[in-house]
Structure formats: C-alpha cells, structure tokens
C-alpha cells in the first residue's frame, strides 16, 4: 500500500462523523490489505508507531520535527513555530508549509506504507551520540519526499496524535466485521496481546488462534484499574468482597521466565534498570514464570514514605545503588496474571488469589474477605491509620480486565477535591526563581483526547520541587514566546482547589478557584486526566452540595 492512499483514507475519515460508517468502512478495507501491510494500517490508524507492548520509541519530539521541517521549507524554524503557535494543529500546518514548498519542488519519489513503518523503526533503533542527526536525516527524506496530504499524517505520526477520530471501539468492531470474528473475542484477544495490529493480523490468518490467545512474558499488558465508589454499593452488587490496602505508591507489572526478568510501569514502560532491588525481592520470593501485578512503595521504619520518593527511584537510571541505599522501596503484590506459561485473567479473583498464595512466598499483600459494610468500613480506618491511601474493593469473582476502569474494582478515600491534569506550558519565574518555571499551564480532555486548558497553578511548590520540575519539562519545551513556553504534553499534575468556576477565560469552559500543586504523577498517562465530562459532573455535585 502506498502511503499516499493511507493518507487519503485518514483525510477521508476525517469528514465521516457517523461511527457505523467508520466502522463498514474499515470492514471493506481490512480484508484486502496484504498481510504485511495490515498490522501496520492498523496501528497508524490509531496513531501508533510500535505495538503498544513494545518500548520502543522514536524519540522524535516536536522541537525536531520543526527543525527538520524548517530545513524542507528553506525557512527558518522560528517561521515554523510561529505558524504552529497560531494554528495549534502541527499536522495542517506541516501540509500548508508543504504546498508552499511544493510549487518550487520537482516530484518525489512514491513513500510505500511499509517503508514508512521501516523508517520510523530505523530511527527508533538508532543509539549513540550521532543518533538524534541520524533521526534528523529519516525524517528529513520522509517529509522531503512526502505530498502535503502526506506530511499532515506523516507529521501526526510522529507526533502520535492522528486525530481522525478512529477510536479503539471502532477498529475492534471493523475487525469483527471485516473478518467473521465475534467481537468479544477481538476484545479479549486485544487484552492478552495488548496490539491492535497482531489481532487485525490473526483475524485475518488464524481466528482459531486469536480465540485461544496468551499472555507472552516480556510484552507488558495494560494494567486494571478502579472506579471511585462506595462501600455499601459495592457490597449490594457484589455480595462478598475482597478489601486491601490502597498503597499509595507506583504500579509496577512484574515479568519472570527462569532467571530472565523484568519489571514495567503502569504506563508499560521498562523500569527493570531502576529497580534491581525489587527484580531481586520479586524473584527470590518465587520458583515460578509468573506474571504479576502490584504497587511499589518507599519505606521507612516500616511506614510508607510520601508517594514522591517512589518516583525519585524509577526516574533514577544512573547510580542506582546510591538510591537503593537511601530509598527502600517494598513491592505489595496483589494480582497474578500468567502461571507457569498459563493465562489466568479469566479466571475469578478468588482463584487468582489461591495461585498467587502459593506460588509467592513473600510480598502478597493482606487481604480481608466480607460482605459486611460495617467490617469494610473497619478495615478501611485501619488502613488510613496506617498510613495508606485508602482501600480497594474488588468482586471476588471478577476476572483480570486490562486497560478496564470499569466497576468490578472500587477505590475508597477520604474526599478531597483534587484532579488530574496535563501540563501543556510554563511562565517563567520571577527574581531568584527566575531561570525556572513559576507557573504551569494545565488541560482537561475532551472525549476525543483533545487537550482543553482550563487552569494555572503556582502555589503549593517548594522550592526543591521546582528545582525537580525545571530538571523534568526542560527537555519537553516545544515553543517559546516572550514569558511563556509551550510543553509537549507528556506530564500529569494533581491539583488541588477550592471550587469550579464556569470562565470565559479558558478553552474548557471552567477554571480553578485556588488552585494547588499536590503532586507530580508522571505515572499517569495524560491519556488519563480528566475528560470534560466528569468535569461538568464534578461542577453539577458542586453547586448540589
Ligand atoms: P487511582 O490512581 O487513584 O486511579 O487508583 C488506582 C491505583 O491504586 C492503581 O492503579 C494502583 O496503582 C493503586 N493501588 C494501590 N493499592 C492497590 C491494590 N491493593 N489493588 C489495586 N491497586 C492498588
């Protein structure tokens, strides 16, 4: 397939609002892709490069693409920035620079879809110190040999935001569709395998085997997460439940096959490097090959130490041993996806339960079973006494769903106002804080994942923090203009505040009333903050209450 005709179908998808159009639409096209280019369609069309197993990145941020860009044009790359700052979509402002361009250029060479894919896995390979000219240098032939329609997706690849509005729902229907499968076996599969690409692939080659697949060791699969809820109404839904503590650290995804191990992150990025202390508690408390699930916390005298410190040693990935020694960090494991080359998550609670006691001599995490209020309601007090979180509520018969924040999961906390919010810029400081950012832009999401700002927040960050945040979005700044930057959004803040107030001023509709800096979560995804929708529902509550 060219990428041409890729390019054309996205700019086609763009105008389609109806989601069954969408979804025949790639029923018709699924079946007549070559084997090859299939998984890669796929994979593109939801704006993904790799699999989303793999942690493999192109390391390709926008500031290099402006570079590169600029370089194609002829112009100079503040020409290129200017033109983005006021637009807001990198993709068409790539494709208008590109017609520009276009008019003095003779014709390019045709880009094939695999080509580009090949490229793009090039340049994710690449290490060493030339690596960031050798990327410069693929980018450079791709967008020099691109059409404009080419460059608006070639760019948004890059970037991994397609915006043509094909969600995962979507492509799952089309592949049931397109290839005879039932759809709740594509969504299984698509747990198990956490690719897209490799289910389109199976649908097409072997749906026998897309209806039996496993977990693989080594290819991380999305974490189950958890609802906000109530202790009586999961206990009327449910009957008996397991209660545990809500540690209040970092989720990690432990992979052990003999002696080969390693560990990821909620976000499904490789930690194994930053934690060789946890590798080796984790593998000496087990004969197994499992896969396992659980939090990591810091310790100190036997009580949790504040979330941060956590984080202080998975960001750490030179001098590991001086950390290990000042920051003990303890896993908590309360979930067993693989045994012994077996998958398990369809099995209930309760018996993931008994295997992961058996086969873990050491770090499962307590666990009470009731289907009492007033017993949960116990447990829970003890839990914030002790210094947790909170508690999670989980059906015993509930079977392990990756990627679900469904309701077979409850989280319990105390109520605080506090939400999860993307960082997409910065003003700089004042006086002595002036070589660092004062204050910090934050978004909400619509329910396409477009990012809407609806907030600043200055207060509440000490000065050691700040220090910590310029070290962090320091690398993320894609735009500069007087006093202010522009950030890639890849970081998530929690923010306190007083109120929701309904503002003109920002593009969400609402804003902040004393808003606070409670803490960094970059174990989030921004993929995760809070959708515009629940912030309606919070403001509707709000003014109930
Ligand atoms: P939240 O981050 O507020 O959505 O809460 C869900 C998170 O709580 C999970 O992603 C885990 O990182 C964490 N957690 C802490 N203790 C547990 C537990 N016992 N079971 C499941 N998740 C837990």
């Known amino acids: 397939m060219l990428f041409r005709e890729f390019a054309e179908l996205c700019d086609r998808f763009e105008t389609i609002s109806s989601r069954l159009a969408m979804i025949d639409t790639l029923a018709e096209i699924f079946p007549f892709l070559s084997l090859e280019d299939l998984p890669v369609f796929v ?3 939801r704006g993904k490069i790799f699999p989303d197993w793999s942690s493999e990145r192109l390391r390709f941020g926008p500031r290099l693409l402006y570079e590169v860009l600029a370089y194609v044009i002829g112009k100079k790359q503040q020409f290129v920035i200017s033109a983005i700052n006021s637009s807001g979509d990198t993709g068409l402002v790539v494709e208008k620079l ?45 967008l020099s040999n691109a059409s404009p329609l080419e460059g608006r997706y ?82 009327m839904a449910h009957g008996f439940l397991a209660a545990e503590n809500k540690y209040d650290g970092s989720r990690f995804q432990f992979h052990k096959v003999g ?18 202390d946890v590798i080796a508690m984790l593998s000496a408390a087990t004969d197994h090959d499992v896969i396992i699930d659980g939090e990591i916390i810091a310790m100190q005298n036997g009580k949790p130490m504040p979330f941060q410190m956590v984080l202080r040693r998975i960001r750490r990935k030179r001098d590991v041993t001086a950390v290990t020694n000042t920051i003990h960090i303890h896993p908590c494991v ?7 080359g077996e998958t398990l998550i369809d099995r209930p609670l309760s018996e993931r339960r008994k295997i992961l006691e058996s086969v873990m001599k050491n770090f499962v995490t307590p666990q009470i079973v009731s289907d009492l209020p007033e017993v949960i309601e116990n447990y829970y007090h003890a839990a914030l006494d002790s210094g947790n979180e909170g508690i999670m509520l989980k059906a015993l018969h509930s079977p392990y769903l990756p990627g679900n924040r469904g309701k077979l999961w409850i989280k319990i906390k105390p109520e605080v106002d506090t939400i999860d919010l993307v960082v997409t810029g910065a003003e700089w400081g004042e006086g002595k804080r002036a070589k660092m950012f004062g204050s910090f832009l934050l978004a909400c999401q619509d329910e396409n994942g477009e990012l809407l700002e609806l907030s600043r927040v200055a207060t509440g960050i000490d000065d050691a923090m700040l220090a910590e945040l310029y070290d962090l979005f320091k690398d993320k700044i894609v735009a500069k203009r007087d006093k202010t930057v522009v950030f890639e959004p890849d970081v998530v803040f929690e923010v306190g505040y007083a109120e929701l107030q309904k503002s003109t001023t920002y593009a969400a509709g609402y804003a902040l009333r004393f808003p606070r800096f409670v803490r960094l979560r970059d174990d989030k995804d921004p993929s995760e903050v809070e959708t515009i929708d629940s912030l309606f529902h919070r403001y509707g509550m709000q003014n109930k209450a």
């Open 334 to 340: 309360f979930d067993i996806l693989v045994c012994d």
């Open 98 to 142: 590109l017609e520009k361009r276009e008019q003095t250029m003779f014709l390019s060479d045709d880009l094939e879809l695999l080509e580009v894919y090949a490229r793009f896995l090039q340049m994710a390979k690449m290490s060493g110190r030339k690596s960031q000219q050798e990327r410069m240098r693929s980018a450079l032939y791709l």
């Open 259 to 276: 002696d080969q191990t390693a560990i990821y992150s909620r976000r499904l990025e490789e930690m194994t490097a930053s934690l060789p």
């Open 154 to 235: 070639l760019s948004r690849l890059m970037l991994e935001e397609m915006r043509i509005g094909v969600g995962e729902g979507v492509v799952h229907e089309a592949i049931s569709k397109g290839f005879s499968v039932p759809i709740n076996i594509v969504e299984r599969a698509h747990q198990a395998l956490n690719d897209l690409g490799e289910v389109a692939f199976l649908a097409k080659t072997d749906p026998t085997a897309l209806a039996n697949v496993h977990i693989t060791s080594f290819r991380p699969v999305k974490v189950m997460l958890a609802q906000a809820g109530s202790i009586a109404n999961m206990v």
């Open 43 to 45: 994979r593109f069309m």
